[in-house]
């Protein structure tokens, strides 16, 4: 992997990546709180992947009893301060607010549930208890929001659960690729510390599964296994000159970000290609972090781009410059990119194609390829049995999050070929569930 | 982990929450539905000689926006047949037989009375509530009301009651009524089990000032009706009070008015209370704010090392004393913390027009944080309460503790103000501005 030029100093990270959703102070919980009607069937709970009792904790903060607003959200959502930080809130539970039918300003759901979990965190709340060992054992690969949330679900019924993950940190993409503005590293750690606290699951660090021996090892070792393996490095365009230096993939781009020190990009001109969130989150981060300027080129329109609006928005903010129907066909340069050679696009008959004879280059000398991420094909190729879709993506029975080898269960972006942290924590706490009640009527 | 159940007077329920006798406990498929939510009891619509009701029946006080702050009523009481009422009760009792249900009953006649509470008896209720209480529509024919302001009528009421009662007998109070603990005496000479407060106040909710008629409008007339709802709340905490701390009542008191979440639950506790009803914050919010009353009454609980709730009823009581029994050298001043101001400058113009004249703006308009004039400051705070930001103006104490007086005490010492110039007025060194200067402001 190719890096970008740096420079020595360190920039106030604080500075930069200024957090978005800023934690409420009691005036504003107070007031914002007060807001809330206490729907019936609330549309912001049907809109949540995880069905938290949102009235009900925002009804809780309002009349003072933090304790149990933060229990209630816990109870639907191990990953509860994770999500309230991370979750595209305005097209989740703040878009089915129905305040936006009369344009009142939705409730502020995400900082609400944030205000929350922070103080049952930083007051080390315990709400679970795991019960003791009930003789059987689960292994969970991969410590991500899928991991953790089933290894918390399964230590519920008292299984010993060992979680194996190949990073020397937990969280997955929420610590690794989530933009910081949105999420803190502390922070994120700090909440799957809270969990595992409580329920008492083991994680073992720098433990990459990745052979026939790994997978035969834990097949003898455990009565079950939950893959929350999530996706691979960004996928390859396959252009001439994708080899070139500083040419990189977004989610290294953005890992080096969250997890190295953070210097200040040299960059005078970045083109970021692609049109869905990651590309969003590789632009704003580029024109964050000082590059000169930052272009954004999608093969597509701007209405069919993938990303939220809002990202696009903040992206939009922070100077980066979006244009559209320009498919990249080379990466010019040396040795080191020197700019990118593109073709004009149109959509006819609903299908994409070139315009011929319209190449032109845009110079530059950084290029980030957000187009998606790799399947973690190689490992799930060593087991037997495991079906996988076209794109793919792990095949799981819908009702139980079990896959078509009765041993293993799946969830999160492995499965649903990548989406975002809540839905990686409502289908691991689904698939724990699904492990439960396989076991239970095993024996 | 809290134990939420409860015995009172005899009726066991799992939980302190009741809905109170009203539209709510109309009909058994409600009530059935509260407990299976998780409501503790319930108290049926009030039974009687079936009435015919009009349309409409309420009205609200909608306070800038937030609904239902205070809530009228002219409904009277159950319009359906008591043999569909008493299937139904013990059909509720058939699937529900831990949860209480209480039969509230107004009739007429001492016959009435006594055939009434048999066939609730029969019917599996596990109380009996005597609506004495109802103040319009009933009480205009003697019932109601009318028995509830008379306590020689209500105390011969409840003793053809208790001739008959085999279960456990409620008498709810009105509050339209100078002196509460007079009814509740007599309640409790005729040998009731408890006593619940409050019934609704009478009220006019507000005027239609277009159609010059007052709300609910009936074919454009009105007439009075029972106010209730978060509005009432501190009425019916000093008459639950009043009640709880009267050395000739002593019988379980049941809490009822404005109650809508835990902290307020938990208020009629500490104030004697040992169980509570509600009624309007359910019609406003359904039956599901049980989930929210039962979690904060269980981390108030946890919190505070209550393992039951007979361990926290009436701990407030004893610090609640007559007037003339509290410290006149407690001294509090009030500051304003700068650093969490916004500005309103709410708390001057009340202090200067509403109060004592204790606080003054900066000269530099550019500072609007206000300042105290301690000279001046009586404590009153105003200013406390009106400040919109959390922990902005606080009081602060400035006596030591070390010398308490009382009214009381400095009567008895011949040291109080007795004549109309007296220079122990509490007021005297007090500046005030002189009149004219008013207008130049």
Known sequence: MVEPEKKKDVPDVGQLFKQIKPLMNKSEAYYESSRCLFCYQAPCTLACPTSIDIPLFIRQINNGNLIGAAKTIYQSNYLGNTCGKVCPTEVLCEGACVFTKVNIKPLDIGRLQNFATDHAILTHQKFFEAPGFNGKSVAVIGAGPAGISCACRLRSEGYKVDVYEARNNPSGLALHGVAPYKITNEEALMEVEFLRAQFGFNVFYNKRISGKEDIEHLEAGYDAIFLGIGLGNSAEIKIKGEGKQNCTGATGFIEQIKTGPIEKLTAKRVIVLGGGNTAMDAASESARLGAGKVILAYRRSAAEMKAYYFEYDLAKVAGVEGIFNIAPVEIVGERAVEGVKFIRTETVDGKLRNIPGSEFVIPCDLVIKATGQLKQTSLMAHISGLKVDKDGRITIDEATGQTTNPKYFAGGDAVNGGAEVVNASAEGKFAGSGIHEFLSNKS | ?441
């Open chain 2, 1 to 441: 982990m809290a134990d939420l159940k409860i015995n009172f007077a005899g009726i066991k329920s799992p939980n302190p929450f009741w809905l109170a006798s009203g539209p709510p406990t109309n009909s058994g498929y409600q009530i059935m539905k509260a407990f299976d939510q998780g409501w503790g009891g319930a108290v049926w619509k009030t039974l009687g000689v079936p009435v015919v009701n009009v349309s409409s029946r309420y009205g609200a006080i909608n306070h800038r926006g937030n609904r239902l702050v205070g809530f009228n009523n002219i409904e009277l009481i159950t319009d359906r047949r008591l043999c569909d009422n008493l299937r139904e009760m013990e059909e509720v009792k058939k699937y529900f037989p831990g949860h209480a249900v209480i039969a509230s009953l107004m009739v007429q006649t001492r016959e009435e009375w006594q055939q009434i509470v048999r066939d609730v008896q029969n019917a599996g209720a596990d109380g009996i509530e005597l609506n004495f209480g109802c103040p319009h529509g009933m009480c205009e024919r003697g019932m109601g009301s009318a028995v509830g302001q008379e306590p020689a009528v209500l105390e011969m009421i409840t003793r053809w009651v208790m001739e008959v009662a085999t279960i456990p007998v409620i008498v709810k109070l009105t509050p339209n009524i100078s002196d509460i603990t007079e009814p509740a005496q007599a309640a409790r000479r005729a040998g009731a089990n408890a006593i619940s407060l409050i019934n609704t106040i009478q009220s006019l909710i507000g005027v239609d000032i277009d159609n010059f008629v007052t709300y609910p409008v009936v074919d454009g007339h009105s007439s009075n009706g029972g106010y209730c709802g978060p509005a009432v709340k501190p009425i019916a905490l000093n008459m639950v009070k009043n009640c709880a701390q009267h050395p000739l009542i002593r019988i379980p008191v049941s809490g009822i008015g404005g109650i809508e979440n835990w902290r307020d639950a938990v208020e009629f506790m500490l104030l004697g209370a040992s169980s509570v009803q509600v009624c309007t914050a359910v019609m406003h919010y359904g039956f599901g704010i049980i989930r929210d009353l039962n979690s904060g009454l269980e981390q108030y609980m946890r919190s505070h090392g209550f393992s039951t709730i007979d361990q926290f009823i009436g701990k407030a009581l004893p610090n609640v004393k007559h007037w003339e029994e509290l410290n006149l050298n407690y001294s509090i001043k009030a500051a304003i913390d700068e650093s969490k101001c916004i500005g309103c400058q709410l708390c001057y113009i009340a202090c200067e027009d509403g109060a004592h004249q204790a606080i003054e703006l900066n000269e530099d308009k550019s500072n609007r944080t206000p300042r105290i004039i301690e000279e001046n400051c009586v404590g009153c705070n105003l200013c406390a309460l009106i400040c919109p930001v959390e922990n902005c103006i606080t009081m602060v104490r400035r006596d030591d503790g070390s010398q308490k007086t009382t009214w009381k005490q400095r009567t008895d010492a011949g040291h109080v103000p007795v004549s109309f110039d007296d220079e122990l007025a509490g007021g005297l060194g007090h500046s005030i501005p002189n009149p004219p200067e008013a207008l130049r402001k």
